[in-house]
């Protein structure tokens, strides 16, 4: 089993930049991929970031491409989005999620989302 707990949501305005957090509890941490999704109201949820376990392969969807970072701290169970020039389209509930050594679109363990709202 593998919890997962993100933080660093929030206001922003347009141009600005977020961290979000998600720490991961139980064991194995670094034979997990992990990825973030995001969901906005009326949308389907949207994969938008995923690093592999080995954290040698990362993916980006375009509309985040140039913008976002994933990065994965395996002594800290951590993986990261920093994300950069935000725009009010990147406003959504962002979840974590986590699957054995690779994510895709259905990933066996969900955070409880954190809320990014940017605002023009």
């Known amino acids: 089993q593998v919890q997962l707990v993100e933080s660093g949501g929030g206001l922003v305005q347009a141009g600005g930049s977020l961290r979000l957090s998600c720490a991961a509890s139980?064991?194995?941490?670094?034979?997990?991929?992990m990825g973030w999704f995001r969901q906005a109201p009326g949308e389907e949820r949207e994969r938008v970031a995923t690093?592999?376990?080995?954290?040698?392969?990362?993916y980006y969807a375009d509309s985040v491409k140039g913008r976002f970072t994933i990065s994965r701290d395996n002594a800290k169970n951590t993986v990261y989005l920093q994300m950069n020039s935000l725009n009010p389209d990147d406003t959504a509930v962002y979840y974590c999620a986590a699957n054995k050594f690779i994510v895709t679109d259905t990933p066996a363990y969900w955070g409880q989302g954190t809320q990014v709202t940017v605002s023009s």
């Open positions: 139980g064991r194995a941490f670094s034979t997990y991929g």
């Open positions: 690093i592999t376990w080995t954290g040698t392969s990362t």
